[in-house]
Protein backbone atom coordinates (compact mmCIF):
# COMPACT_ATOMS: atom_id res chain seq x y z
CA UNK A 1 0.00 0.00 0.00
CA UNK A 2 2.83 2.42 1.13
CA UNK A 3 4.60 1.39 -2.17
CA UNK A 4 1.42 2.45 -4.49
CA UNK A 5 1.14 5.75 -2.80
CA UNK A 6 4.63 6.77 -3.27
CA UNK A 7 4.47 5.68 -6.97
CA UNK A 8 1.60 7.37 -7.27
CA UNK A 9 2.71 10.92 -5.52
CA UNK A 10 5.93 10.41 -7.67
CA UNK A 11 3.89 10.29 -10.69
CA UNK A 12 1.93 13.54 -10.15
CA UNK A 13 5.21 15.40 -9.25
CA UNK A 14 7.16 14.39 -12.81
CA UNK A 15 3.60 14.92 -14.43
CA UNK A 16 3.23 18.77 -12.81
CA UNK A 17 7.44 19.16 -13.52
CA UNK A 18 6.62 18.19 -17.07
CA UNK A 19 3.82 19.76 -17.82
CA UNK A 20 3.58 22.93 -15.49
CA UNK A 21 0.04 24.62 -15.19
CA UNK A 22 1.40 28.38 -15.50
CA UNK A 23 1.86 28.18 -19.35
CA UNK A 24 0.61 30.52 -21.84
CA UNK A 25 -2.33 28.43 -23.10
CA UNK A 26 -3.85 27.79 -19.89
CA UNK A 27 -4.14 31.40 -18.04
CA UNK A 28 -7.81 32.95 -18.26
CA UNK A 29 -8.03 36.12 -19.83
CA UNK A 30 -8.49 39.46 -17.17
CA UNK A 31 -11.82 41.77 -17.82
CA UNK A 32 -11.20 44.26 -19.56
CA UNK A 33 -8.50 42.79 -21.78
CA UNK A 34 -9.10 41.82 -25.43
CA UNK A 35 -8.19 37.99 -26.47
CA UNK A 36 -5.74 38.94 -29.18
CA UNK A 37 -3.63 41.41 -26.47
CA UNK A 38 -0.50 40.23 -25.34
CA UNK A 39 -0.80 38.26 -22.46
CA UNK A 40 -4.28 36.91 -22.89
CA UNK A 41 -4.92 33.89 -24.43
CA UNK A 42 -3.19 32.77 -27.75
CA UNK A 43 -0.25 34.78 -28.71
CA UNK A 44 -1.46 37.38 -31.79
CA UNK A 45 0.70 35.31 -34.22
CA UNK A 46 -1.75 32.75 -36.28
CA UNK A 47 -1.39 29.76 -35.97
CA UNK A 48 -2.48 27.37 -38.49
CA UNK A 49 -2.32 23.11 -38.11
CA UNK A 50 -3.62 21.25 -40.95
CA UNK A 51 -3.97 17.33 -40.21
CA UNK A 52 -4.08 14.89 -42.82
CA UNK A 53 -5.27 11.54 -42.29
CA UNK A 54 -7.32 12.20 -39.37
CA UNK A 55 -10.50 10.22 -37.90
CA UNK A 56 -13.37 12.50 -37.86
CA UNK A 57 -16.04 11.15 -35.80
CA UNK A 58 -19.69 12.61 -35.11
CA UNK A 59 -22.83 10.64 -33.39
CA UNK A 60 -23.52 8.59 -36.87
CA UNK A 61 -20.64 7.51 -38.19
CA UNK A 62 -16.71 8.16 -38.43
CA UNK A 63 -14.76 8.72 -41.81
CA UNK A 64 -11.23 9.56 -42.62
CA UNK A 65 -10.69 12.92 -44.02
CA UNK A 66 -7.87 15.82 -43.95
CA UNK A 67 -9.04 18.90 -41.12
CA UNK A 68 -7.32 22.24 -41.31
CA UNK A 69 -7.46 24.69 -38.44
CA UNK A 70 -6.66 28.65 -37.82
CA UNK A 71 -6.29 29.59 -34.95
CA UNK A 72 -7.94 27.10 -32.55
CA UNK A 73 -10.97 26.85 -35.13
CA UNK A 74 -12.01 24.14 -37.85
CA UNK A 75 -11.84 25.81 -41.27
CA UNK A 76 -12.44 22.88 -43.76
CA UNK A 77 -12.67 19.32 -43.56
CA UNK A 78 -12.35 17.41 -46.74
CA UNK A 79 -13.21 13.73 -47.23
Given at each position: ????LS???????????Y???????????????????????????????????????N????????V?V??????????
Amino acid sequence: MAYHLSLSLLLSLLLFTYFPSNSQSNQFCEAGIGYDEVGCGISSSSTKLLIKGGTVVNAHHQEIADVYVKDGIIVAVRV
